[in-house]
């Protein structure tokens, strides 16, 4: 797949990896970043991909949505913008594969929006998260009003989109925004993706599938589906293989299926 002209991507030992790639502008995030990360996702929904890496090339993961394009928006435009947006972080958030947003700078505004959709951040030790939108009179439209909160909190997530400030490496890892710092971020990405490649493909993906599809049911009916995706995991080669290897005392070969 090629023709893209805000990001790149590759895939890398069957992780796939997108790199924002508008870098004199900060990646900043416009109609066509939208569309062409949704693509690329889409091209990689039906795949096996064990991980799907998120990262910026340069100084910023993503400073935002575009304001240079915003700037003109009607009401109704922004309003659109805001909905694909949404819609695109949402086929992120809902990906099958585990995400991994590898933040190496600026993760501000869209571009922070964008990193909480991924399932697990790592931070450089350069990066810096905010929802500055306020600045600029407006309010977060990729859903930062929503994953920010549930992220940190409603009161730290209140004064980080009320104040608009930036907040450090270390602070992102104390309010539970990113998971950890990682000296080379995009290596730290990597490394976590290959680990997740080496056990059973399918588990890992029901467990991401039941975490999000329980996460606003009351603990019973969670727990019924979480019992049933267990069961599940009997009806595979993936369960037979894990468990005779384990018997056997050797590591287990995964097929996925
Ligand atoms: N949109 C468009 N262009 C942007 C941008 C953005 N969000 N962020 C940076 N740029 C551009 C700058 O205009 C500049 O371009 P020129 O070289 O052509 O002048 C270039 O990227 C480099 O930026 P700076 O010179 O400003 O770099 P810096 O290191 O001095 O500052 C920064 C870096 C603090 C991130 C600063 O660029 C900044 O504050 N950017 C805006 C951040 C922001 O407000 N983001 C939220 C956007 S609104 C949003 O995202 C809404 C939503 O939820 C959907």
Avoid at 41 to 60: F, M, N, P, R
Wanted: hydrophobic letters at 45%; aromatic letters at 6%; a negative charge.
């Amino acid at each position: 797949m090629s023709g893209f002209e805000t990001i790149s991507i590759e895939i890398l030992d069957n992780v796939g990896i997108i790199t924002l790639n508008r870098p004199k502008a900060l990646n900043a995030i416009n109609t066509q970043m939208v569309e062409e990360i949704g693509c690329a996702l889409d091209a990689w929904t039906a795949s096996s991909l064990a991980a799907v890496i998120l990262t910026g090339e340069g100084k910023a993961f993503a400073a935002g949505a575009d304001i240079s394009q915003m700037s003109t928006f009607s009401a109704t435009e922004a309003q659109q913008f805001a909905l694909s947006g949404q819609r695109t972080l949402r086929k992120l958030e809902h990906f099958p594969a585990p995400t991994i947003a590898a933040v190496n700078g600026f993760a501000l505004g869209g571009g922070c929006e964008l990193a909480m959709c991924c399932d697990i951040i790592l931070s450089g030790p350069k990066a810096k998260f905010g929802q500055p939108e306020v600045n600029l009179g407006v309010i977060p439209g990729f859903g930062g009003t929503q994953r920010l909160v549930r992220r940190v909190g409603r009161q730290a997530a209140l004064e980080l989109m009320m104040t608009g400030r930036m907040v450090r490496a270390e602070e992102a890892v104390s309010l539970g925004l990113a998971l950890r710092i990682e000296e080379d971020v995009l290596t730290g990405a990597k490394a976590l993706a290959a680990e997740i490649a080496k056990k059973g493909p399918v588990a890992i993906r029901l467990v991401k599938e039941v975490v999000d599809t329980t996460d606003r049911m009351d603990t019973d009916a969670g727990l019924a589906v979480e019992a049933s995706a267990f069961g599940l995991c009997f009806a595979t080669n993936d369960q037979t293989e894990g468990m005779t290897a384990f018997l056997e005392k050797r590591s287990a070969n995964f097929t996925g299926q």
